[in-house]
Every structure is written in structure tokens, then in C-alpha cells.
């Protein structure tokens, strides 16, 4: 029977093999990767076709549209935060993965199945959306606004006080100094859509 303490990875790639990794540093059993097709285990873990019955499932894909239709399809979503610094009156919404250095400072809100990987900042009173996606060493100042499916590219920064709407992508280094109000990709200091 799965606990709190036992949950299956879902995906295989080179993100799957990093949640893992945290996953069993922070002492929970990885019964299993949910792949399309098993292969050879990763960390001693078999990559399998098929969920173990009842197992809380967590995030190893790192696109957000992708874990959105995982997550949408149902299932025992697992949360989960390592080595990382969360602040007062801080939530994360269920199947979100908080990577290891990520500070979350006071007042952060991230919703449903996020992504925020290594060594990443999101400032007092952000509120993120759905689905959102933020590469190593991001930084996103207070007061920040980001809506549904946002990716953040490494290193980008998002300056205090500014909005980012539904759909956006930041390439990485990007420097946002204004709010952002149409979907697309955007990139450069200042940022500029492509």
C-alpha cells in the first residue's frame, strides 16, 4: 500500500532522474518511473508502463503542457518541496516539485502542477498560475503576477511590481522590465517578443 512515503515518478527523462534523486535523498521510496515504454532502471529504479495501484504520482516532465494533460487525466498528485526555503504564507498547490536552493521568500503562491528548479528566487507576494515553469537560477521579485503556463528561462529576471499574461515563454538571461501582456516568447535585455 502506498503512504506518503512511497510515490511512483512520471516520466524517464533527465528531469524524471533528477526529482528521483531528490526524492530519495529526502528518504521516500521511489516504487517505480512511469514511462511510455519500460527500460533499464534509473537509480535503481524500474522504469515501467503501467502505475502501481493507489501510488501518489510526482512530476519528472518538465513541460507544462505535458504535465497539465498527465495531471488532468487524474490520479494521486504528490507535492514536493526539497532543501528548499519557504517563507511565511507561502502556498504550493498540489503536484507541484520545488527543487533543491529554490527560495520562496513570504506570501508566494504557486499553482497546480509548477515546476521551480534549482537555485531559483520567486520575491514576497508572487502569485503564479498553473503550470508554471521556472529553469535554474531564475529570479522573480515581489509582487509579481505570472498567469497559466509562464516558463522562465534560466538566469531570466523578472523586476519587481510587473505581470507576466497566460502563455508566455522568457528565453533564458532574459530581463522583464515591463509587464507583458501578449503570449508569445520573449527575449533580451530589455525583453522584446519574438
Known amino acids: 500500500m502506498a503512504t506518503a512515503n512511497t510515490v511512483t515518478v512520471v516520466g ?3 528531469l524524471a532522474s533528477e526529482v528521483t534523486a531528490y526524492l530519495q535523498r529526502a528518504g521516500i521510496l521511489v516504487l517505480a518511473l512511469l514511462d511510455r515504454e519500460p527500460g533499464p532502471p534509473i537509480h ?3 522504469v515501467v508502463a503501467q502505475v502501481p495501484d493507489g501510488t501518489p504520482l510526482v512530476h519528472g516532465i518538465g513541460d507544462g503542457r505535458v504535465r497539465q494533460r498527465l495531471q488532468d487525466q487524474g490520479g494521486n498528485w504528490f507535492t514536493f518541496t526539497c532543501n528548499s526555503f519557504t517563507g511565511p504564507r507561502c502556498h504550493v498547490d498540489v503536484g507541484t516539485v520545488i527543487c533543491p536552493g529554490v527560495i520562496l521568500t513570504a506570501d508566494v503562491t504557486v499553482g497546480r502542477g509548477g515546476l521551480v528548479n534549482l537555485a531559483a528566487t520567486l520575491g514576497h507576494g508572487t502569485t503564479a498560475g498553473d503550470w508554471l515553469t521556472v529553469h535554474p537560477g531564475a529570479n522573480i521579485s515581489g509582487n ?3 498567469g497559466n503556463h509562464v516558463t522562465v528561462g534560466s538566469n531570466a529576471t523578472i523586476l ?5 499574461c497566460d502563455d508566455v515563454t522568457l528565453g533564458a538571461g532574459t530581463v522583464v522590465t515591463r ?3 501578449e503570449p508569445g516568447t520573449y527575449v533580451g535585455v530589455p525583453a522584446r517578443k519574438l
Do not use: N, Q
Open 160 to 164: 519587481p511590481d510587473l505581470s507576466i
Open 44 to 46: 535503481g529504479v524500474p
Open 12 to 14: 524517464a527523462g533527465g
Open 144 to 146: 509579481v503576477t505570472l
Open 179 to 181: 509587464s507583458i501582456l
